[in-house]
């Protein structure tokens, strides 16, 4: 679809959403760590895995408390074996153990080895559950957004780059996996293990738990400190990446330009200059990480000195406190001492933590709110509730159509059904400065009719083949096919009615059977082979190692523009479509090919309704009837020699090709002289 404007004039809107924004602009939402609405939508893709998911967490709680049991065993150890204090009772489980001291030493030993064995099996459980169900959470979203992205039509990838759009499948799922395997369930697991510790402090000495407290505001500050600074730095990384992975796009993609004009100097400095701001936004980013965990560890410090410094004056003084009640002088032992060191360090792991899984979320967050975004995009070409079949005859018809790629507002819609069928078309193409496509055009393709259409560049000649397969619907008018509207048929059947070949050839990565075939699996072996005979690529394709299951790399970048259309040719061939279409589709190929390929269109349009767009008006002068396109209006209609006697807009064009041809020919035959 080369020779058409394909990219449409934009409303103020589109244009505020479409116009060039400064790269990565959509990759820079952050959002709020935390969204109901958001993960109430995506916690519906948890619910197929709800037994997985509610085994992870009870994992989770039990594993969470098994972590603190150790220090615990710890504390009774020391207390009832090493060092008993003389007038305070045993605890719970202490009587439970034997009063030998080797012998309760060893079950001791038992209940600790138990409780880490049971730490590894939970570990062991919610790790693979969790992973297994990120990975189908994953299989459902990303083939979700890739069957939505199929249902979207033709225009809306005009609006979308390819890019942004691979990034919703990769990285935007990468990161709500994140937050399902790594996120959620381990801030439960944190939150769990600080209750955890807490309670247990608490029992123990409640005014040890609230030295070991005491720094917790001047952590939250430090984190709310890191957090700010964090997000600014993560924001600038997403733009820095976003432009990274445009301009490596733009430029691998177009590497032969850049070294046919000797760019490489000049696209590395621009590439460098674009490093350099992500190597600035992560290096922002280490050193707020570099400055923020050594202050958590030094607070940290701070709270188990002053566990030791209390602690230890508690310890020498706790006869004292046995004597007084144990309030304003609380009962510390040497065990509860020890096990409170423990617990401390156990204590502010969870508390760094956290701040990571903030990020994690915020990630996740704006991720979901960009895949929801393309997820509740509705397609643009909706399919009728109760489609109607047509006869298969073939037949195409346009009937007043005004065609535009802008998207009217509702107000232009209305002024534009609101007119006549008489009027003229001059009050539509005045209508709030709309920049028509197509302009009132109506004609008639005949079963196995072959119409040819020509025109300069931008006179819409592309856009009418576009329409009859209804990659675009028609503002104003008619398009049927088959004698049935186009807007009333299901989308598949209709275009299983068209083969299709394009100016510029498209191969998928695969082989070149593969790609004749292109997943249809009822064309065999034979038709393949059939379909390249007839369209003279067969014999090309026998002199390659592996024949018709030679591979065929991206794009068919190893295949000449030539190789690449005769296949496109031979596909078109072998779907036996009932409309055949040929968009320039010898325009990229040498003389030589050229005469191969009308050869074989002999064979192909015979049968079917076909519709060529041609420049080189050589090649459709034996075409039924001839459309030409001028600014959008078709001015004539009729056979070559029809079009030549009228001496009009066709008979221009021929000429001035002739004299092209004439003028191509007197400079060959000087060079030769």
Known sequence: MADEQKKPAATAEQTQQAAPKRPGIDDDVVGKAYDSRLMSRLF?????????????AVAILIKSASDVFGPYLVKVAVDTYFAPTPGKPLSWLARHLSPDPVRGMTEIGALYLGSLLLTFGLEFVQTYLMQWTGQKIMFDLRSQIFRHIQRMHVGFFDRNPVGRLVTRVTSDVDALNEMFTSGVLAIFEDVF???????????????LALLTLSVIPAILYATQLFRIYVRESYRRQRAATAKINSFTQEYVSGMSVVQLFNREKRAFRDFSAVNSENKAAWTDAIFAYALYYPVVELLSS?????????????????????????????????GILIAFIQYAQRFFRPIQDLSDKYNILQSAMAAAERVFKLLDTEPEIPIPAKPVTGDRSGRIEFRDVWFTYETLTPEQLKALQGLSAQNNGLQIAALDNIEWILKGVSFTIEPDMTAAIVGHTGAGKTTITALMMRFYDVQRGAVLVDGIDVREQDLIPLRKRFGVVLQDPFLF???IAQNIRLGSNWITDDEVANAAEEVNVADFIRTLPAQFAEPVLERGSTLSTGQKQLISFARALAHKPGILILDEATSSVDTETELRVRLALERMITGRTSVLIAHRLSTIQRADTILVMHKGQLREQGSHQQLL?????????????????????????????
């Open 193 to 207: 293990a600080l209750t955890f510790i807490v309670v247990i402090m608490l029992s123990m000495s409640w005014l």
């Open 44 to 56: 519906a893709y948890l619910k197929p895995y709800k037994l997985q998911a509610g085994i992870s």
């Open 302 to 334: 701070i709270a188990i000195a002053l566990v030791i410094w209390r602690g230890g004056i508690a310890v020498l003084h706790g006869q004292t406190a046995i004597q007084h009640g144990g309030f304003l002088h609380p009962v510390v032992t040497v």
């Open 509 to 511: 990565s695969g082989t």
């Open 645 to 673: 006697a009228l001496r009009g807009l066709y008979y221009k064009l021929y000429q001035l090709q002739y004299k092209d041809q004439e003028l191509g020919s007197s400079i060959a035959e000087t060079a030769t002289a």
